[in-house]
C-alpha cells in the first residue's frame, strides 16, 4: 500500500472516530436528561470518553494529512478536497485547543457535526493528487492556505459557540415581536445548515446511483470571438443546462428527459451550469429534508435542540465564543491577507487584483474587524456578539464554497469538478 492510499484510509478513520464521537456525546447530553440521579457525572465521564475518542480522530486526520503530503510531494492544500479536508481538521485542533481552556465538552456537540459535514463535503470533489501548476509551485502555497484555514478554523468555533448562546438564550415561548424575529432568523440558520446536508444527500445519491448526463457546450472567446466546443459532464440531473449547449446524452430522471432551462448567459465558465445546477439541487433536496424534519418533530429545529443546552452558561458560550475569533483573527489576517499577498506578487506579479475569492477575503477580514471593534469599544456583547459570530461564519462559508460553485475566477483551480 503506498503513502497516498493509506492516508486515504486514515481519513477514513478519522471521519468514522468522528461520527462516533458525535454519537457519544449525544447520548451523554441525552442519558443527562432521563439520569436521576447524578446527572452531571454521567456527562462528565462520557464527555471524556467522546473527548478522547475526538483525539483519537484527529491522531488519524494528522496522519492522512502528513502521508498525503509525504506521498503527493506537496502540502495537500491545492484543491477543495485537499483543502476542506485540511479544514475540518484544523476545526477539531481549534476546538480542542478551546476544549482544554474552558472544560466544555459539550462544543462536541455542535463542533463535530461541523467537522464531519465538512469531510463529506470534501469527498464530493476528486481525491487524485494533481500536479501543481506553476503558480501553486512555491512554499507560500502551505504557508498561506493553512494558515488561512487555521484562522477560519477558529472563526468556526466562534461560530459554534455563537450558535449555542443564541439556541440558549432565544425565548421560544415569547410572542412579542423582538422574541418572534430573533426565532424566525435563528430557524433561518439551521435551515441553512439542513441545505449544506442536502447538497451532500443529494451528491452522493446520484453518484451512488451512477446518473450522468454530457453536453456539448459552445465557448466564444470575447476578446478574438472564436468560438470552441467543449464537453460538460454532470452527475446530477440538469435542471439546469449550460449555456449555449446541446444535449449529447441524458438519463431520463422521474419522467424529465431533457433541462428545464438555461444558465443565464451572464454565468461565465464552461462549469457555470454544473455548479448553478449544483446549487439548485442543493435547495430542492433541504427544502425536502427541512420539512420531512418539522413534519417528524412537530417544532422548529432550534427548539428541539434548546433542552440540551439549559445548564451552559450563557455567559461562557459568549466568552468562547470572542476568544476563538479573537486566536483566529490575528491568524487569518497573517494567511488570508499579508502571506495572500506576498504569493500573489510571486504567482501573479501583483499583490492585489480583485479576484472574486480576494475580495472576499477582504470582506472577511473587514467583517471581524468591526467585530472585534464593536465588542471592545461599543461593548456588545450576549445575542449581539453572537448573531455577529454566526453571520460572520456565513460571510466565511461563502468565500470557501460559494465563490467557488457561483463565480469564476483565479481560484477556481481549486477543483469545482
Not at 86 to 109: E, Q, R, T
Amino acid at each position: 500500500m503506498n503513502l497516498i492510499d493509506f492516508s486515504g484510509d486514515a481519513f477514513i478513520v478519522a471521519f468514522t472516530l468522528y461520527c462516533v464521537a458525535f454519537i457519544m456525546y449525544a447520548l451523554a447530553v441525552m442519558g443527562r436528561r432521563f439520569r436521576k440521579r447524578d446527572p452531571e457525572a454521567h456527562l462528565a465521564k462520557w464527555g471524556k470518553i467522546a473527548f478522547v475518542t475526538t483525539t483519537i480522530g484527529l491522531i488519524g486526520h494528522l496522519l492522512y494529512f502528513f502521508t498525503r503530503w509525504a506521498g503527493s510531494g506537496h502540502v495537500p492544500v491545492s484543491n477543495m478536497y485537499e483543502f476542506m479536508s485540511f479544514l475540518s481538521m484544523a476545526i477539531m485542533i481549534a476546538f480542542l485547543v478551546l476544549y482544554f481552556i474552558y472544560k466544555k465538552s459539550l462544543l462536541g456537540l455542535f463542533a463535530l457535526p461541523l467537522a464531519i459535514l465538512i469531510m463529506a463535503y470534501a469527498a464530493v470533489f476528486p481525491q487524485q493528487v494533481q500536479p501543481l501548476i506553476p503558480s501553486l509551485q512555491s512554499y507560500w502555497l502551505g504557508i498561506h492556505v493553512t494558515l488561512a484555514a487555521l484562522g477560519d478554523a477558529f472563526f468556526a468555533v466562534g461560530f459554534i459557540a455563537g450558535l449555542m448562546h443564541l439556541l440558549r438564550t432565544v425565548n421560544f415561548s415569547g410572542t412579542d415581536k423582538g422574541s418572534r424575529r430573533e426565532q424566525r432568523w435563528l430557524e433561518l440558520v439551521m435551515f441553512a445548515i439542513v441545505v449544506l446536508i442536502g447538497f451532500i444527500l443529494s451528491v452522493y445519491s446520484f453518484r451512488a446511483a451512477g446518473y450522468q448526463a454530457e453536453f456539448n457546450q459552445t465557448l466564444v472567446d470575447p476578446k478574438t470571438e472564436n468560438s470552441t466546443i467543449v464537453k460538460v459532464e454532470y452527475n446530477m440531473p440538469p435542471l439546469v443546462a449550460p449555456y449555449q449547449s446541446e444535449t449529447e446524452s441524458m438519463q431520463s430522471f422521474l419522467g424529465m428527459k431533457s433541462p428545464l432551462m438555461e444558465a443565464p448567459s451572464w454565468m461565465h465558465g464552461v462549469n457555470a451550469g454544473r455548479k448553478l445546477n449544483t446549487v439548485v439541487w442543493s435547495l430542492i433536496t433541504g427544502l425536502i429534508l427541512y420539512g420531512l424534519l418539522r413534519l417528524i418533530l412537530r417544532k422548529p429545529l432550534a427548539k428541539v435542540i434548546q433542552p440540551a443546552l439549559h445548564r451552559l452558561d450563557p455567559d461562557d458560550l459568549d466568552e468562547i465564543s470572542y476568544r476563538a475569533i479573537a486566536i483566529g483573527f490575528p491568524v487569518f489576517t497573517l494567511g488570508g491577507l499579508i502571506f495572500a499577498m506576498i504569493w500573489a506578487e510571486i504567482a501573479w506579479g501583483r499583490f492585489w487584483g480583485w479576484d472574486p475569492k480576494e475580495v472576499w477575503a477582504l470582506i472577511t477580514w473587514l467583517f471581524y474587524s468591526v467585530y472585534l471593534h464593536l465588542r471592545l469599544s461599543r461593548g456588545w456583547q450576549g445575542k449581539y456578539s453572537s448573531w455577529l459570530s454566526v453571520i460572520g461564519f456565513i460571510v466565511v462559508m461563502f468565500t470557501l464554497v460559494g465563490v467557488n460553485l457561483i463565480i469564476a475566477g483565479l481560484h477556481s483551480y481549486a477543483g469545482t469538478d
